[in-house]
Structure formats: structure tokens, C-alpha cells
């Protein structure tokens, strides 16, 4: 099956909303179609450990987000970003806060997204060039998953 780029961020938008907003439908199979029809992006695996983690299951949510940021996947940044938010959620601040220096100077939603949870920042980080800023609007982290090269 081929489906565009402007259908997959739909998806990845979909998913993600469905996660921020609590949504209590199965989104699995979303990120496990993300995952297998965008395989060089780590866009559907972060969605699938940010499942994870809305059960509690932190300790398979951090060894999944560790496998990413060991690997040659796109959105490594946001994976590790998100790997300092499970560990905030296990007390584990010291090595949220290592995951947060570590993408000190990356920019991005990543960098911002970190920096905001560990340090209290009060605004994230502003989008990159062309990522809506001509009309105010700020695009969704997840887009930012699959725009460019996110190592």
C-alpha cells in the first residue's frame, strides 16, 4: 500500500492527538502502521512507547526509547526528549535531567520540549524556518517527527 507524506503526518497527528488528549480507543494499530509504512522515522515507535507509558509500563516505555536513540532511526532527539519525560514519571530526575543536556544546542522541538519539562522553561522552542511561523501558527511536535533529518 503507498500513502503520501501529507497522510502519514495526518496519521502521526491523529495518534498523537489521540495520546495528549486521552483519547481511550486502541491507537496501537496507528503507531504500528506509522512504524512499518515509515520505517526510517522513529515517529509510529515513540507513539508506541508514549502507549506505553500512559499504562505505566515505563520500564518497556524506557527500554523502547533507548533502543531508538540507539539506533539509525530519524527523530532520535524527540525519542530522547521523551525518554527524560519516563523517567521524570519514575523520579528519576537526574537522568532525565543528563537526557535534557544532552540535546542542549539541537534546537527544536526536541531541545525545547526537554528543557521545558526538566528545567520549568515556560515556553518551548519555536518552530524551524517555513514550519508556520509565516502565519503564527506553531505545527504539532509530532509533524516535526518526519520534517527533515531529526539524528
Keep these: 500500500m503507498q500513502?503520501?507524506?501529507a497522510d502519514m503526518k495526518l496519521m502521526i497527528e491523529a495518534g498523537y492527538s489521540g495520546l495528549m488528549r486521552?483519547?481511550?480507543?486502541?491507537?496501537?494499530p496507528i503507531f504500528d502502521a506509522i512504524a512499518e509504512w515509515?520505517?526510517?522515522?522513529?515517529?509510529?515507535?515513540?507513539?508506541?512507547?508514549?502507549?506505553?507509558?500512559?499504562r505505566g509500563?515505563?520500564?518497556e516505555a524506557d527500554r523502547r526509547l533507548t533502543e531508538i536513540i540507539g539506533s539509525a532511526l530519524q527523530g532520535r532527539d524527540e525519542?530522547?526528549?521523551v525518554l527524560a519525560m519516563c523517567k521524570t514519571l519514575q523520579?528519576?530526575?537526574e537522568q532525565a535531567r543528563q537526557?535534557?543536556?544532552?540535546?542542549?544546542?539541537?534546537?527544536?522541538?526536541?531541545?525545547?520540549?526537554?528543557d521545558a519539562l526538566v528545567n520549568g522553561g515556560d515556553e518551548m522552542a519555536p518552530p524551524p524556518a517555513g514550519g508556520g511561523a509565516e502565519t503564527g501558527a506553531k505545527p504539532q511536535a509530532p509533524v516535526a517527527l518526519v520534517s527533515g533529518?531529526?539524528?
Design 38 to 54: 515509515m520505517p526510517q522515522y522513529a515517529a509510529g515507535p515513540i507513539g508506541q512507547a508514549l502507549l506505553l507509558m500512559t
Design 79 to 81: 525519542a530522547r526528549a
Design 91 to 93: 523520579n528519576e530526575h
Design 99 to 114: 537526557l535534557a543536556e544532552q540535546l542542549q544546542g539541537t534546537g527544536g522541538y526536541a531541545e525545547g520540549f526537554a
Design 149 to 151: 533529518d531529526h539524528s
Design 57 to 59: 509500563e515505563f520500564a
Design 22 to 28: 486521552g483519547i481511550d480507543t486502541d491507537l496501537k
Design 3 to 5: 500513502i503520501d507524506r
